[in-house]
């Protein structure tokens, strides 16, 4: 996925998430710094942990943040939201 632009990354991740449910934040201004940071983090890191989530760098630590993280069910669940 690297090389990609964030909208490139919205429109992706928009026709694969909605069908199940999972709907992006209609404040695309929230939406877009959200993949911002997943692109960065995806060249940072070389996989793409949450934002919201402080990584390690090493993979296997930080497998329960790679997006999508192990909290977003229950966030959502709770919020309404995750981020």
């Not at 919205?10 to 929230?30: M, S």
């Amino acid at each position: 996925m690297s090389g990609l632009t964030v909208e490139e990354y919205y429109q992706r991740l928009k026709a694969i998430q909605e069908p199940k449910g999972y709907f992006f934040n209609a404040d695309l201004t929230v939406t877009y710094e959200l993949l911002e940071g997943l692109l960065a983090n995806k060249e940072r890191y070389g996989y793409m942990c949450c934002p919201c989530r402080l990584a390690s760098g090493d993979r296997q630590a930080d497998k329960d943040i790679i997006c999508p993280c192990v909290y977003r069910d229950p966030d959502v669940a709770e919020y309404g939201a995750c981020y």
